[in-house]
């Protein structure tokens, strides 16, 4: 079993399978850690998405400041801009309620004491502890929901 942690994906479909193949990424068999920001500049955010997704209890994925966007978005809580043309096409999916609730129920940060590895988008207060974080990401986790 492997595990392998990689951060900002950004919408980049082809170059996330090519680097699934470059590893041999089993999911019966490897851990994935995606560290946010799985959306947003590259062409294929939807293709992201429903790749993550669909690899299950393989991935563990915390939220980045590009999918709670996203969500933003699809709550009507900030207008689309220029930036935002390449969220378009999960929000027109005919999936995009799937999609997005299961985005929505990401946390902000995870922690897996069995490992030792704690993740999270971009960094935490040098004052905060890992129980700061985790309370702090169930705090955000409840109001998404």
């Not at 090519?18 to 995606?34: K, N, S």
């Not at 563990?60 to 096409?89: E, K, Y």
């Not at 999916?93 to 799937?98: G, I, N, Q, S, Y």
């Not at 935490?124 to 990401?137: F, I, R």
């Amino acid at each position: 079993m492997a595990q392998y942690a990689v951060g900002d994906l950004q919408g980049c479909h082809d170059e996330f399978l090519a680097l699934l193949e470059a590893l041999r990424f089993d999911a019966t068999r490897d851990r994935l850690w995606l560290v946010g920001d799985l959306v947003n500049r590259g062409p294929d955010s939807l293709g992201v998405l429903r790749t993550v997704r669909g690899l299950g209890r393989a991935v563990t994925a915390v939220l980045g400041n590009h999918d709670l966007h996203l969500l933003a978005l699809q709550q009507g809580i900030v207008a689309p801009g220029r930036s935002d043309a390449a969220l378009a096409a999960v929000l027109e999916a005919p999936d995009a309620d799937e999609l997005l609730a299961w985005l929505r129920a990401l946390p902000l940060c995870f922690s897996d004491p069995e490992i030792g590895w704690t993740m999270v988008h971009a960094g935490l207060p040098p004052e905060w502890t890992v129980a700061d974080a985790l309370a702090a990401s169930r705090e955000v986790g409840t109001a998404l929901q």
